[in-house]
């Protein structure tokens, strides 16, 4: 990994879009700092315990600790495209029409994409700030009224809609997919934060004899989460390679290759999707504390909805593995992807094209998806199984999302930074002849 990037600044484009995504995380990472005007952010403090801030604030890169201009981030939009997506799936004619007519449907479907994204941010804004205000010991919104509340609203949806351009900005000149490196370096601006809170927690105010109990546990943690990564690298580029034949005969062209299959095709999302799921109810709940915290069945509930019990987190566990199969069939297409197949004159050997091979890929991809809902299910289950045993910091407990997200995207990233340099080498041998 070091050497790509030592061998891609050598190189004067690639180096120039590497800076040019710096400079643009550079400005969101600026403005995940200025905190919306009118707006005391000390007043969220008592939130940091709640599921659903901790979830907001890790995408954000803590830019809704600050109740920045950026505090949305690009959760609206990732839940948009989801949306797109879905409707494509012949639920909405247009969708499925604008999405077989290649660039210019794409163009089409993005454009619908942000106006989505636009009405969803403003939703989201208002109720989020409503809702946090209310559940804010003192408040942070000194003037609670609806003008205020839609004030703040128009402001953090114009921010979300900032960050989706400087998003796509990466994408179109910059290295990476735009959208995920944001979120990429939102969770390594809280590495250092994560590092103080460790050592505040295990080396501040501890005895001398005691403090060996601190290293030694600290140096399993590293050993534990660099384990973790190998282990997320490993399934990551996991993939099934489905032959594929060739019955249009081009010079030149090759006679056969094969369809890659990752192993986890859903990738984050569906654990995303679950600790969503789980995080609003318990958000609602908090609200309803005050008067019904003496009931039963609120008691209930909330071990229900808390990923830090038993029950929780059986129902985390079983709603990763329902999104798993769910999104990846949102991929992966099987019906699309055959009807593909079919347009470029190739089949997979030993499977009638059509119908046929719509089957064939729909069992191997259910196949896949069992071992990539295991995958993310013990991924996402082992930080919070520790955070249980051993009373770690509650930051822990996301340990795992971040993790899938910060290896997934430098993965992709290192990808694309192999493909530019292969480019450039087939260039300079064409230029050479």
């Known amino acids: 990994m070091f050497k790509l990037l030592k061998d891609s600044f050598k190189v004067k484009n690639i180096r120039s879009r590497i800076l040019f995504t710096v400079l643009i995380l550079l400005v969101f990472r600026i403005g995940a700092q200025i905190t919306v005007p009118g707006v005391d952010a000390s007043g969220l403090q008592g939130l940091s315990e709640m599921p659903f801030f901790r979830m907001l604030n890790m995408v954000s890169g803590s830019a809704m600790q600050n109740f920045s201009i950026f505090s949305m981030g690009v959760s609206p939009y990732i839940t948009a495209s989801i949306v797109i997506q879905l409707l494509q799936m012949d639920i909405v004619p247009k969708f499925v029409e604008w999405s077989k007519q290649g660039e210019v449907g794409r163009k089409k479907l993005n454009q619908a994409t942000r106006y989505l994204t636009l009405v969803l941010a403003f939703i989201q804004s208002v109720s989020i700030t409503a809702g946090f205000?209310?559940?804010?010991?003192?408040?942070?919104?000194?003037?609670?009224?609806?003008?205020?509340?839609?004030?703040?609203?128009?402001?953090?949806?114009?921010?979300?809609?900032?960050?989706?351009?400087?998003?796509?900005?990466?994408?179109?000149?910059?290295?990476?997919?735009?959208?995920?490196?944001?979120?990429?370096?939102?969770?390594?601006?809280?590495?250092?934060?994560?590092?103080?809170?460790i050592y505040d927690d295990y080396f501040v105010n501890i005895e001398s004899s005691e403090i060996w109990k601190s290293v030694i546990f600290v140096v399993i943690l590293v050993a534990a989460m660099l384990l973790i990564i190998v282990f997320v690298t490993y399934f990551q580029q996991a993939e099934r390679k489905i032959p594929i034949q060739y019955t249009k005969q081009v010079v030149g062209a090759p006679t056969s290759s094969y369809l890659p299959l990752k192993v986890n095709a859903a990738?984050?999302?569906?654990?995303?999707?679950?600790?969503?799921?789980?995080?609003?109810?318990?958000?609602?709940?908090?609200?309803?504390?005050?008067?019904?915290?003496?009931?039963?069945?609120?008691?209930?509930?909330?071990?229900?909805?808390?990923?830090?019990?038993?029950?929780?987190?059986?129902?985390?566990?079983?709603?990763?593995?329902?999104?798993?199969?769910?999104?990846?069939?949102?991929?992966?297409?099987?019906?699309?992807?055959?009807?593909?197949?079919?347009?470029?004159?190739?089949?997979?050997?030993?499977?009638?094209?059509?119908?046929?091979?719509?089957?064939?890929?729909?069992?191997?991809?259910?196949?896949?998806?069992?071992v990539g809902s295991i995958f993310l299910g013990l991924i996402a289950l082992i930080p919070i199984i520790a955070q249980m045993v051993w009373n770690l910091p509650q930051s822990i407990g996301l340990g795992g999302t971040s993790l899938l997200i910060v290896v997934g995207v430098a993965l992709e990233t290192a990808k694309q930074l192999e493909g530019l340099m292969l480019k450039r080498r087939y260039v300079g041998f064409m230029d050479a002849e």
Not at 161 to 185: D, R
Not at 285 to 307: C, V
Not at 346 to 368: A, C, D, F, H, N
């Open 133 to 197: 205000n209310y559940f804010a010991q003192f408040g942070f919104v000194p003037d609670r009224d609806m003008q205020t509340f839609i004030t703040i609203g128009v402001i953090l949806t114009a921010g979300t809609m900032v960050v989706t351009w400087l998003g796509e900005q990466i994408t179109e000149k910059g290295i990476g997919n735009g959208v995920s490196m944001i979120i990429f370096a939102g969770i390594v601006s809280r590495l250092p934060q994560s590092i103080v809170d």
């Open 267 to 370: 990738g984050v999302i569906p654990v995303i999707f679950a600790s969503s799921f789980i995080a609003t109810p318990n958000a609602v709940l908090q609200a309803l504390a005050s008067r019904y915290g003496a009931e039963d069945w609120f008691d209930i509930l909330k071990n229900l909805f808390s990923y830090n019990t038993v029950p929780g987190a059986t129902i985390y566990t079983v709603l990763i593995v329902a999104f798993t199969f769910f999104y990846a069939f949102v991929q992966v297409n099987p019906e699309k992807l055959a009807e593909n197949l079919q347009k470029q004159g190739s089949y997979i050997p030993r499977v009638r094209p059509g119908k046929g091979t719509e089957e064939y890929v729909s069992r191997i991809l259910m196949r896949l998806s069992v």
